[in-house]
T-cell receptor
Framework: SQTIHQWPATLVQPVGSPLSLECTVE??????LYWYRQAAGRGLQLLFY??????ISSEVPQNLSASRPQDRQFILSSKKLLLSDSGFYLC????????????FGPGTRLLVL | GQQLNQSPQSMFIQEGEDVSMNCTSS?????WLWYKQDPGEGPVLLIA?????ELTSNGRLTAQFGITRKDSFLNISASIPSDVGIYFC??????????????FGKGTLLTVNP
């Protein structure tokens, strides 16, 4: 069976500090990978998606970047965090080849102070 | 872009009651998904619908893909306290190579009073 992991679970960072959140998927190959942000108030905003190693598409202009160094690893980064980067970050995966169903990780709660 | 209108925004019900929520769009969707999110956790897939008119059940949950392909509903029967959470609808439009992007509703917050 497939599993998706995210870490850390919770992070408190000062404004201006760097960020690195990691997501890994087990039990599948060549997944599509996604990063979402969920602010208070519930809506999910797609930040990045990737259909393969080194292939990143950005959905919204922002202070964040994403990388996919390995097939089942997806990283969300920032060089300098802003207060507005606080939120709940969710990683998700779907099967390559047109299946739309996405499966979410447990999330990372980020608080920028 | 596509938008999903999910209603109601919140519901307060008594244990044992049935619940109904829905999503509508002005665009035609070719997939409808329903997720539940518990506080502090990632959304969990409840039901996936792939064909117009499809009616699918998962225990006490039933969801349908509207025949017009512009709407979907989720029903929960005989609610229990652990049904508490935020329910999201999501879907994809028929956009060729971009099928991997989901559009999400804003969620329905369900509270169940024991």
């Amino acid at each position: 069976s497939q599993t998706i992991h995210q870490w850390p679970a919770t992070l408190v960072q000062p404004v201006g500090s760097p960020l690195s959140l990691e997501c890994t998927v087990e039990g599948t190959s060549n997944p599509n990978l996604y990063w979402y942000r969920q602010a208070a108030g519930r809506g999910l905003q797609l930040l990045f998606y990737s259909v393969g190693i080194g292939q990143i598409s950005s959905e919204v202009p922002q202070n964040l970047s994403a990388s996919r160094p390995q097939d089942r690893q997806f990283i969300l980064s920032s060089k300098k965090l802003l207060l507005s980067d606080s939120g709940f970050y969710l990683c998700a995966w779907s099967r390559l080849g047109g299946e739309e169903t996405q499966y979410f990780g447990p999330g990372t709660r980020l608080l920028v102070l | 872009g596509q938008q999903l209108n999910q209603s109601p925004q919140s519901m307060f019900i008594q244990e044992g009651e049935d619940v109904s929520m829905n999503c509508t769009s002005s665009s035609i969707f070719n997939t409808w998904l329903w997720y539940k999110q518990d506080p502090g956790e990632g959304p969990v897939l409840l039901i996936a619908l792939y064909k117009a008119g499809e009616l699918t059940s998962n225990g006490r949950l039933t969801a349908q893909f509207g025949i017009t392909r512009k709407d979907s509903f989720l029903n929960i029967s005989a609610s229990i306290p652990s049904d508490v959470g935020i329910y999201f609808c999501a879907g994809t439009v028929n956009s060729g190579g971009s099928n991997y992007k989901l559009t999400f509703g804003k969620g329905t917050l369900l509270t169940v009073n024991p």
